[in-house]
DNA sequence: CGGTAACCACACCGGTCGGTATACTGTCAG
DNA sequence: CTGACAGTATACCGACCGGTGTGGTTACCG
């Protein structure tokens, strides 16, 4: 069993040397310490560049935040084939269940909570160039969820991807705002008991 | 039927006229706009006021902001109250299920989510004066929830607390990142079909 | 009458932010 | 040989930000 959705991720456009550790710099830093809190200054020390190079590469702070949640989307994708590979999951069921376990190991070590859902509450402005990225990212999840109910014969497969994108969200965003390290496994619990007891088609 | 859990809001200390609408201007502007992005000036200006009596009045911006989140916690409460007096709900399970019917009403028109939640990504620092507040609101909600299944003999309320404020905060987060307008409809679906199924003490 | 709290107007401060300008160095392909 | 490209170093800019200081005006209250 393996994901079924197209990720139509932009294949990363080739970074010189400089940006690669531009964008590596960045990304930890708006991650760990939020988008508006880093400046670019800091992000040039951090990579060893010159602010000049920074913006030669990049062009503006908005365009690299965008870059950061680009790549970021890509790791993420990246992470899920691994887990996939390794838990090799039987059913469609199963890769559903899948995801909600990647989630924990996803967010071992961190205590900052989902990028994506950051950045939205960061950037604000509906119109910013990110804001395609992350509305994409949350969409992609919730399509994979309903195709793979589709394809487990599951009815309703909307209703259901509706409902465990609110438990992986809630989760992820309970994780960080509510102090809850246990939200992960909770959310894991309850969308097997969704599963479990979920209306078949006939 | 009514709340159970104290809320134990520290009441209001008056506040002069001009520290009224600074109060409101800024709940305003805070919530549409985001707390980084709406400076004290525009507050200030917002508000009718000087720049002066902002700060003879509440010290910090930081203060502002803590002020800012309390007085929305009280808004909240009393939202809350009133949806609960006008739903009458007969059983602790239909206070749950009026809890997340509240959630629709309360996002009506707004479409910027949780003011706590996005407070607590865009101030990030945890030690910052207003996180308790924050804190504080999601494990009350928490709280309430556990005593109400409590209350109505559901078995592990605590399990059952903890998913159903997933269902919660997945709604609200929902809503305003992946753009999902129908959030908090699911996540009341969702809350039914788990109160329901949900196993009881014998 | 005198004091005090609540305001106004306005000017000012140091710091930081995103972004630009100038000038110079190394490398490599045509 | 010669551009083009990637990079360094450093200085600078205007705008904005949170916050302060001075000085003056009401109005109420003991």
Redesign the interface.
Known sequence: MRLLVDRALPTADPLTPAGTRILAAASTLFYE??I??VGVDAIAAAADVTKKTLYDRFGSKDRLIAAYLEHRNRVWHEFLDEQLASRAPATPEDVILALFAALTDWLAGSRNGCG???A???L?APDHPAMPV??GQ??WM?SEFEAQARLAGLADPG?LA??L??????????F?????T??TE??A??AADLLA?WPRLS
Chains 1, 2 share one sequence.
């Open positions: 310490q939020g508006r809190t994506f859902i950051n939205s509450v960061e604000a992350i509305v949350k969409q919730r209703e509706d409902r994108l609110l438990l992986h969200e809630g989760a992820l965003v309970s960080r705002v509510a102090a809850m246990n939200a909770v959310a619990r309850a007891t």
